[in-house]
């Protein structure tokens, strides 16, 4: 008897009221909507605290207010009150219903790429906050996914602006072809380089107290803090045709170091270098140097220490760095521009076509390089597991360096 | 057989002054000593992890002072027991034998006395309880046939059940087979149950060197009667 007295309320508030500001389709919806919305409201009166019911309505209002009175879309608001009386009572969709409608009002043209990372920050939060029943991590978390937010939104929005076409078009063609293979194969070299000669290094700045040791230590992070294109300078100035040292190379080896491969691979290591030995040290802190002592009681000498206790310990760290690394020596290209502007690399590509064609031309390429940096580094950091599973077994303490 | 001659060594803030020692074969020498006398760090320069800054060191006979420690052939089993966790159980084991010529039947009988054959069958180090673990880094010292053995707090962090059964090993290894060992501690019960030779090792020097007996009835200093607490010092 209630109910049906409810209905014909609001069917006499429908017929009065809305007929002057809607269509017969659009009002038919909504009073659809605002049925389901009190007959809801109704038996969630009579269950709930009276302080629940109250936020139940002034949700309402602030739907009504924020998208049927300043956002003028009746047909939208009808399908929030659905959503939205459906899923009061259901605590954990609740706030994804929220996100959602925060999303679609007050970032209208980015509301999917908002709604998947909000929704995802909110999820992290509230796991964090369901471990530790803290909300001071909680908040800490909160303040972390900003920045996170601030990296990621603007790869994935970017990612989707391009149609599958267009990439696929620019894949087949060959000029971007032959720079993408460039690219990966200096930066496979240089990684390479660096891993010969950095991680002897990290080992030693480890394990070895010496005088001037923390002047090494931070040198090594030199090239994080030198601009991309002084560093570019400074190695045309040391390895250009006009140096001694350049001239002198030139003239013996016939290798000319700007504008060749040589030079590409080298501002490659200049910049990639830290990244690599910083992950090395940290992953042969993380063993333990008694270890090593033992070995060596045992009768194994220290390179062979080295290579059988230390080493096959640190990998999954060290391989970490690789990725880094190569990661690094991939995206350069600042000092690039100033040594080797060619044979181009897929970074000054893009950077090139950016300069020549606009935005629209170079997107595409830009578009890429980011799936294929991305492709790689998933497929690494799997590896990279599958690694230290069977270098270090499932349990081990020792296997969280990296 | 272990001769050391008025060693030094600093470490950082603390030194360890003029040791002067001397353990025959077959002793089962042990060292006592309170909490930071020194007593690992004089483990590690016989061992060949320091060198001392000087002083000399003689294995049977041998100076030995400034060898690496993979050249000294002495078994040490450290105070944590440093298995290796990324290699299995017999690989652990076997570690050292790369580097020694060992006959088979030293080996088995080396197996057959720590009774530690069913280990091999399980593969991860990480899941050994203390007793065990400390059996496999045993048996990793002991299967390259070593001159001498260092033990540094080997019961340390042992249950009563296999503190037990470690203890009856170590002393069937001197008993049976003529091993030589170098005990540190500073538990006297576990002193009293093994001891031939003793020494008591105070802030970096000899507070006194005897029986055991001798420094328990005996103590010479007041350093030593501190260190040997109510029980016996006083």
């Given at each position: ?402 | ?22 353990i025959?074969?077959a002793e089962y020498f042990v060292l006592l000593g ?5 007593k ?37 089993l450290?105070q ?33 006395l720590l ?15 203390g007793g065990?673990?400390q059996k496999?880094?045993l ?10 053995l260092l033990l540094d707090e080997p019961l340390h962090s042992l249950d009563p059940a296999s503190r037990e059964n470690v203890l009856m090993i170590l002393r069937s290894l001197n008993k049976k087979m003529g091993l030589t060992l170098l005990h540190v501690t500073h538990d006297l019960e576990e002193a009293k149950h093994l001891a031939d030779g003793a020494a008591v ?9 005897g029986t055991l007996e001798d420094i328990l009835n ?9 260190f040997l607490g109510?029980k016996y010092?006083?």
């Amino acid at each position: 008897m209630i109910y049906l007295l409810l209905t014909l309320l609001i069917l006499i508030f429908h017929l009065s009221f809305f007929m002057n500001y809607l269509d017969l389709g659009a009002n038919a919806v909504l009073f659809a909507a605002n049925i389901l919305f009190a007959f809801h409201g109704f038996s969630l009166y009579k269950k709930t605290t009276f302080h629940k019911f109250t936020l139940y309505l002034l949700g309402y209002l602030l739907l009504f207010i924020f998208i049927f009175f300043l956002g003028k879309s009746s047909l939208l608001f009808a399908l929030f009150i659905i959503l939205y009386s459906g899923i009061f009572s259901v605590a954990q969709l609740f706030p994804y219903l929220i996100i959602l409608i925060v999303s679609i009002v007050f970032l209208t043209p980015y509301w999917l790429q908002s709604f998947i990372l909000f929704g995802l920050a909110y999820a992290s939060v509230s796991e964090v906050y369901k471990k530790t029943h803290s909300r001071f991590l909680a908040l800490f978390f909160t303040l972390g996914f900003i920045i996170l937010f601030f990296t990621i939104f603007p790869i994935i929005y970017f990612s989707f602006q391009s149609s599958p076409q267009t990439l696929l078009l620019t894949l087949q063609n060959s000029e971007f072809q032959r720079a993408l293979a460039n690219s990966l194969i200096t930066s496979f070299i240089s990684t390479l380089v660096v891993l010969v000669l950095g991680v002897p290094l990290a080992y030693v700045i480890t394990r070895v107290d010496f005088r001037g040791k923390k002047i090494i230590d931070n040198l090594i992070d030199l090239p994080i803090l030198i601009p991309q294109t002084v560093a570019g300078m400074a190695l045309l100035v040391l390895l250009g045709p006009k140096s001694p040292l350049g001239e002198f190379i030139y003239k013996n080896c016939k290798i000319a170091f700007a504008g060749g491969y040589l030079g590409i691979i080298a501002a490659q290591i200049f910049v990639s270098s830290p990244f690599l030995i910083r992950s090395a040290m940290d992953a042969f802190a993380g063993v333990d140097p008694q270890l090593e002592d033992a070995s060596r009681t045992l009768g194994a000498g220290s390179f062979i220490t080295f290579w059988r206790i230390a080493l096959p310990l640190a990998s999954g760290g060290i391989f970490n760095g690789c990725i880094l690394s190569w990661a690094r020596a991939l995206s350069e290209a600042g000092s690039l521009m100033v040594v080797a502007y060619r044979p181009m690399t897929v970074s000054i590509y893009i950077y090139d076509q950016f300069i020549q064609y606009g935005l629209g031309e170079s997107q595409p390429a830009a578009i890429l390089l980011v799936i294929n940096c991305l492709w790689a580094f998933v497929v690494l950091r799997w590896f990279r597991y599958q690694i230290a599973k069977q270098i270090i077994r499932k349990g081990i303490k020792y296997a969280e360096t990296g | 057989m272990l001769k050391l001659d008025k060693l030094f060594r600093s470490w950082k803030t603390f030194a360890l002054k003029d040791i002067s020692l001397e353990i025959k074969k077959a002793e089962y020498f042990v060292l006592l000593g309170p909490c930071g006398a020194g007593k690992t760090l004089l483990l590690n320069c016989i061992a060949g992890i320091h060198w001392p800054d000087s002083g000399r060191i003689f294995i049977n006979g041998q100076e030995v002072t400034y060898l690496f420690p993979e050249k000294r052939k002495i078994g040490y089993l450290f105070q944590k027991n440093l298995l290796f966790p990324h290699l299995s159980i017999k690989e652990n084991i076997y570690y050292g034998l790369k580097y020694h010529q060992i006959d088979e039947d030293y080996i088995k009988q080396i197996f057959k006395l720590l009774d530690i054959n069913e280990l091999f069958l399980r593969r991860d180090t990480s899941n050994l309880s203390g007793g065990e673990a400390q059996k496999v880094s045993l048996a990793r010292c002991l299967v390259i046939k070593p001159s001498l053995l260092l033990l540094d707090e080997p019961l340390h962090s042992l249950d009563p059940a296999s503190r037990e059964n470690v203890l009856m090993i170590l002393r069937s290894l001197n008993k049976k087979m003529g091993l030589t060992l170098l005990h540190v501690t500073h538990d006297l019960e576990e002193a009293k149950h093994l001891a031939d030779g003793a020494a008591v090792l105070i802030d970096g020097t000899i507070g006194q060197r005897g029986t055991l007996e001798d420094i328990l009835n005996h103590p010479v200093n007041l350093e030593v009667r501190q260190f040997l607490g109510n029980k016996y010092g006083y």
